[in-house]
């Protein structure tokens, strides 16, 4: 029995490997014969009945002998019918009742949004196929809103990265207007002065154009564009000393900008001056903000084997960074302990924008322990 049973059993997985057409075609032949023997069988026993009543052997009413004859003609008819009903219920429920409800499951996951689903289905039939398709199709649509949402992340890091670098052009801009209105009518403001505060303030207004012809062009922090030029040193100086000025105006924070390197107005170098100023508006924003009275701003240049580099250190006075934040504050959306409003997209934008730049960002506690010191490096050779 044990051999019959592993017999049937292997006979029953050929027959669900097949084809549907196969498959419903041996299925007929199975029962399609199952009713063949069964009519042969009922015609040779009607017959020998009616032979029997015709010899005399045996005494048969008319209604009798009028069922036998019905039987005779009519069985192959009734089998055949039954069989065919027995067959396709039970190809139904073998080849077709499963893939069915899998396929409708597969369908209401999909309109349910929920995509965390499989669709397995061991026979490679034409049903397996569609399902093996769906399956695919499925794991086509996780990449997609995989896809979808990284770009949405990233159109969000780049909106806030925008809005975040108009933070410090416009209130420089602020800074010197108010400068102006104060003491301009007074006569307090020479002529040298307010050419130097007037080229200060083109100077924000053309990063601020920048600023809007990118927002047009990027898509994402990736693309965002470096243009080095060779340059002196000296006008760049003069903006970040302009930039602490108008921050100073109306501040409760004193900014001040030292320069560690000697003679470093002189020197030329190799730099993007619109991104290195975009990183340190991102470093002061977040130095001014945790200072409890003051903000260094250092700049330093420096000879390495890979190349040429500049160091902007940013010092505050603040709290610094606890030990837990000097790995995560660079991250994108970091939320600091010490102020729940403030998403960290700042250092992300500089770690990013200094990445592009050839430098990196790395941050730090002061040694006298009060406060953070933050460096951004760029490579200018």
């Not at 994108?332 to 250092?347: A, K, R, V």
């Amino acid at each position: 029995m044990d051999w019959i049973d592993v017999k049937l059993a292997n006979l029953k997985k050929r027959i669900q490997e097949m084809s549907l057409f196969r498959g419903i075609l041996c299925y007929f032949l199975i029962y399609g014969g199952a009713a063949f023997i069964f009519t042969i069988l009922t015609v040779r026993i009607c017959e020998r009945r009616l032979l029997m009543w015709h010899t005399g052997k045996i005494e048969l009413e008319n209604w009798q002998v009028l069922l036998w004859g019905i039987s005779s003609r009519f069985s192959s008819f009734f089998y055949l019918t039954v069989s065919v009903i027995i067959m396709l219920r039970q190809f139904y429920k073998n080849r077709l009742k499963r893939p069915f409800v899998l396929l409708e499951k597969g369908v209401l996951e999909i309109q349910n949004q929920n995509l965390q689903f499989s669709l397995e289905y061991e026979s490679q039939d034409e049903m397996g196929q569609l399902l093996k398709s769906m399956d695919k199709m499925r794991e086509t649509l996780v990449e997609n809103y995989e896809h979808m949402w990284n770009l949405i992340e990233e159109q969000k890091q780049l909106n806030a990265a925008f809005a975040h670098d108009l933070r410090t052009p416009l209130t420089v801009l602020k800074g010197y207007c108010e400068f102006l209105s104060r003491y301009l009518p007074q006569g307090a403001v020479s002529q040298e002065k307010m050419t130097d505060i007037l080229l200060l303030m083109t100077k924000q207004l053309e990063r601020l154009s920048d600023f809007s012809k990118t927002m047009k062009e990027v898509r994402n922090l990736d693309e965002y564009p470096i243009e080095k030029e060779k340059t002196e040193l000296f006008h760049f100086c003069k903006t970040v000393e302009g930039i602490a000025e108008a921050l100073n105006i109306g501040g409760a924070v004193t900014l001040s900008v030292k320069y560690l390197s000697a003679e470093i107005e002189k020197q030329k170098v190799f730099f993007d001056e619109n991104i290195v100023l975009e990183v340190l508006d991102n470093l002061l924003s977040n130095a001014i903000r945790f200072a409890k009275s003051q903000v260094i701003i250092s700049i330093e240049i420096e000879e390495e084997v890979m190349g040429k580099y500049m160091y902007l250190y940013v010092e505050d006075d603040g709290k610094g960074f606890l030990e837990s934040e000097l790995h995560k504050a660079i991250g994108p959306y970091y939320s600091s302990e010490q102020e729940e409003e403030h998403f960290g997209i700042g250092l992300y934008i500089c770690n990013m924008l200094c990445n592009l730049h050839g430098g990196t960002v790395s941050l730090a506690n002061r040694i006298d322990g009060n406060g953070a010191i933050i460096s951004a490096s760029f490579l200018i050779s």
